[in-house]
């Protein structure tokens, strides 16, 4: 079906109006709240009512920040457009769980300084109890609206005019390194990251994609749900904690609805790996998944190829898997490389550099001219593991490899910080213009334009993106440097009790020198019959093998207890403040 001829510029809500004329009972979005039967769905016309019901509730309130705390639901979904049509800046936050403080909430409320905050009148209500029990008075103050009880009258509704330049919402960091900040993302922003997206998918409105993920988070929002209406197709959702109790009912969603993308980081792979019973397996029919997005996190070979091996017996191919790199900064989507073909991996075996810079001797006689395959040497660790390509620039963007010290360009296959330039890099972080000049207005020697640093480190290949880790991250010892998930990677195959994706590693000073602590998750299973010595013992000597790195200390914990942002990354400083106050939860030795 053809669009109307839009207006321009082109933003979602022209998008939605569009859908909701010209298609107004299409369902947009199924919802499995098991992760298995259909308990609700939304269609095009539906979705334009609610959110312009929603925008004349918010109407007075307009050019003001409103917290959006929900559950993964279609209500969500709902107020986000609400929010856009009413000028409403939406800030999507996570909804903590019964055990978690409240104080990333918080946090995020006050640097946002929100005014308003939508939820569900039965989320409302619970919640309530917990900041009286928790006296936050800070949420407290602040107007609720219970969105699922707004009438759906859209008479006195007056659209706004949008334009790209216009900030559209803010998305908070992960805050895996450091303090969450609000990254300002405009309705430019949207667009052309939905562009990108579109141009590697190659998307139809006969599509149909399959998600799981946090709807609060970049890669669950831009992709999943945004995605929808710029394409005009049918996404089928399920809230994160189906997948976590029962993985097999993500992959059994996009066999039953023929679902040709779907993406996760790589940890849900694995779990998938681990967790799914073959006689499972041979129920499901794969044949229809064209790309399954890994990002988010570092991109395993092993997990790739475990997963493609045991999912092959049900149609899934290899070359379905679609490695990516992304970033808040960047909206979501930063690189990627072309659907349908294998992912491109280059062996770590070859590496025995640190950072970029190279030992005296291994230098090549004529850096500049070196091909390809000399340049690949050029890495970072000397973990014998492989490394992924994230792909390449799409549309307008650029990446440069950027020596973080010299502020030089690094060679080819040279690892620096990762900086980028284009249509996607956001407006900056929200009332914060110190940390927006530094991260945001970037120039590396000789350069005229400004660009974003990531804060990752990689280095370019032909072309290629290989991302190795996060520069806050990289750990010094004895001056050399290490990356802490090549630790914990090695760390975890070390014996069977041990949690994959459990782990963290850092240091700690210790009579001025730099020592290195494991913290690592026990597997439940295994708690009972653990002997933690034995454990400790394999771990010491792991690293000790293929690092030549002794522990200062290994600390077990109980399982789930790491300190992991929403969308589970590992939260290294705060797993380091844990250790040294004391506040681990740790098994018995």
């Given at each position: 079906?053809?669009?109307?001829?839009?207006?321009?510029?082109?933003?979602?809500?022209?998008?939605?109006?569009?859908?909701?004329?010209?298609?107004?009972?299409?369902?947009?979005?199924?919802?499995?709240?098991?992760?298995?039967?259909?308990?609700?769905?939304?269609?095009?016309g539906e979705l334009q009512r609610q959110a312009q019901a929603i925008a004349i509730h918010l109407k007075p309130c307009q050019g003001s920040r409103a917290l959006l705390v929900y559950e993964s639901c279609l209500e969500f979904i709902s107020a986000f457009f609400g929010c856009l049509y009413a000028g409403v800046i939406?800030?999507?936050?996570?909804?903590?769980?019964?055990?978690?403080?409240?104080?990333?909430?918080?946090?995020?409320?006050?640097?946002?300084?929100?005014?308003?905050?939508?939820?569900?009148?039965?989320?409302?209500?619970?919640?309530?109890?917990?900041?009286?029990?928790?006296?936050?008075?800070?949420?407290?103050?602040?107007?609720?609206?219970?969105?699922?009880?707004?009438?759906?009258?859209?008479?006195?509704?007056?659209?706004?005019?949008?334009?790209?330049?216009?900030?559209?919402?803010?998305?908070?960091?992960?805050?895996?390194?450091?303090?969450?900040?609000?990254?300002?993302?405009?309705?430019?922003?949207?667009?052309?990251?939905?562009?990108?997206?579109?141009?590697?998918?190659?998307?139809?409105?006969?599509?149909?994609?399959?998600?799981?993920?946090?709807?609060?988070?970049?890669?669950?929002?831009?992709?999943?749900?945004?995605?929808?209406?710029?394409?005009?197709?049918?996404?089928?959702?399920?809230?994160?904690?189906?997948?976590?109790?029962?993985?097999?009912?993500?992959?059994?969603?996009?066999?039953?609805?023929?679902a040709c993308t779907s993406g996760a980081p790589n940890f849900a792979y694995d779990y998938c790996v681990q967790k799914i019973q073959p006689e499972t397996v041979k129920h499901l029919d794969l044949s229809c998944w064209e790309i399954a997005c890994n990002g988010a996190e570092t991109i395993r070979a092993e997990t790739?190829?475990?997963?493609?091996?045991?999912?092959?017996?049900?149609?899934?191919?290899?070359?379905?898997?679609?490695?990516?790199?992304?970033?808040?900064?960047?909206?979501?989507?930063?690189?990627?490389?072309?659907?349908?073909?294998?992912?491109?991996?280059?062996?770590?075996?070859?590496?025995?550099?640190?950072?970029?810079?190279?030992?005296?001797?291994?230098?090549?006689?004529?850096?500049?001219?070196?091909?390809?395959?000399?340049?690949?040497?050029?890495?970072?660790?000397?973990?014998?593991?492989?490394?992924?390509?994230?792909?390449?620039?799409?549309?307008?963007?650029?990446?440069?490899?950027?020596d973080p010290e010299t502020l030089t360009l690094c060679l080819e296959g040279q690892v620096g910080e990762i900086w980028m330039r284009g249509g996607s890099v956001t407006l900056g972080y929200w009332q914060q213009p110190e940390a927006t000049a530094a991260t945001f207005q970037a120039r590396f020697q000789n350069s005229?334009?400004?660009?974003?640093?990531?804060?990752?480190?990689?280095?370019?290949?032909?072309?290629?993106?290989?991302?190795?880790?996060?520069?806050?991250?990289?750990?010094?010892?004895?001056?050399?440097?290490?990356?802490?998930?090549?630790?914990?990677?090695?760390?975890?195959?070390?014996?069977?009790?041990?949690?994959?994706?459990?782990?963290?590693?850092?240091?700690?000073?210790?009579?001025?020198?730099?020592?290195?602590?494991?913290?690592?998750?026990?597997?439940?299973?295994?708690?009972?019959?653990?002997?933690?010595?034995?454990?400790?013992?394999?771990?010491?000597?792991?690293?000790?093998?293929?690092?030549?790195?002794?522990?200062?200390?290994?600390?077990?914990?109980?399982?789930?207890?790491?300190?992991?942002?929403?969308?589970?990354?590992?939260?290294?400083?705060?797993?380091?403040?844990?250790?040294?106050?004391?506040?681990?939860?740790?098994?018995?030795?």
């Amino acid at each position: 079906m053809r669009l109307h001829q839009l207006e321009r510029p082109v933003t979602l809500l022209n998008l939605l109006n569009n859908r909701a004329e010209l298609s107004p009972e299409k369902i947009a979005y199924r919802f499995l709240a098991d992760g298995s039967e259909e308990s609700a769905c939304l269609t095009y016309g539906e979705l334009q009512r609610q959110a312009q019901a929603i925008a004349i509730h918010l109407k007075p309130c307009q050019g003001s920040r409103a917290l959006l705390v929900y559950e993964s639901c279609l209500e969500f979904i709902s107020a986000f457009f609400g929010c856009l049509y009413a000028g409403v800046i939406a800030v999507p936050v996570n909804l903590p769980r019964r055990n978690q403080k409240l104080a990333r909430l918080l946090a995020i409320a006050t640097d946002a300084d929100a005014e308003l905050a939508l939820t569900t009148s039965t989320t409302l209500i619970d919640f309530q109890k917990r900041w009286q029990e928790e006296e936050a008075p800070t949420l407290t103050a602040k107007k609720w609206i219970a969105t699922d009880q707004i009438a759906t009258n859209t008479e006195s509704f007056d659209s706004l005019a949008i334009m790209p330049e216009h900030l559209a919402f803010l998305q908070y960091t992960s805050g895996s390194t450091g303090t969450p900040k609000g990254v300002m993302v405009s309705h430019g922003n949207i667009i052309h990251n939905e562009q990108m997206l579109q141009q590697v998918a190659g998307h139809s409105q006969e599509s149909v994609i399959v998600g799981w993920l946090p709807l609060f988070h970049d890669m669950g929002l831009i992709g999943p749900v945004l995605h929808t209406v710029f394409i005009g197709s049918t996404t089928v959702l399920m809230p994160p904690i189906a997948f976590l109790q029962q993985p097999q009912c993500w992959l059994e969603a996009i066999s039953r609805y023929r679902a040709c993308t779907s993406g996760a980081p790589n940890f849900a792979y694995d779990y998938c790996v681990q967790k799914i019973q073959p006689e499972t397996v041979k129920h499901l029919d794969l044949s229809c998944w064209e790309i399954a997005c890994n990002g988010a996190e570092t991109i395993r070979a092993e997990t790739i190829n475990a997963f493609a091996e045991k999912f092959a017996i049900c149609g899934f191919q290899k070359r379905t898997f679609y490695p990516c790199y992304g970033l808040a900064e960047v909206t979501c989507f930063a690189t990627g490389g072309k659907k349908q073909e294998e992912p491109i991996i280059r062996p770590r075996n070859q590496a025995n550099h640190q950072e970029g810079k190279m030992h005296d001797g291994d230098r090549p006689s004529n850096s500049a001219t070196d091909s390809a395959t000399d340049s690949v040497t050029d890495l970072t660790t000397n973990l014998t593991t492989d490394l992924v390509s994230s792909g390449q620039a799409l549309l307008d963007m650029e990446v440069k490899i950027v020596d973080p010290e010299t502020l030089t360009l690094c060679l080819e296959g040279q690892v620096g910080e990762i900086w980028m330039r284009g249509g996607s890099v956001t407006l900056g972080y929200w009332q914060q213009p110190e940390a927006t000049a530094a991260t945001f207005q970037a120039r590396f020697q000789n350069s005229e334009e400004n660009f974003l640093r990531t804060g990752d480190l990689g280095f370019l290949s032909e072309g290629e993106l290989f991302v190795t880790g996060r520069l806050k991250n990289v750990l010094i010892i004895r001056g050399q440097n290490y990356y802490p998930q090549d630790l914990e990677f090695v760390a975890q195959r070390s014996h069977p009790a041990l949690s994959p994706h459990g782990g963290a590693a850092f240091t700690v000073n210790v009579e001025g020198e730099d020592k290195l602590v494991l913290v690592q998750e026990v597997q439940r299973q295994f708690l009972r019959k653990l002997n933690p010595k034995e454990a400790i013992a394999a771990i010491q000597a792991s690293l000790m093998k293929n690092f030549g790195l002794r522990l200062y200390q290994v600390v077990l914990i109980k399982p789930g207890s790491l300190p992991k942002t929403s969308s589970g990354k590992i939260q290294h400083y705060q797993c380091r403040s844990d250790f040294l106050a004391h506040q681990l939860s740790e098994i018995d030795q």
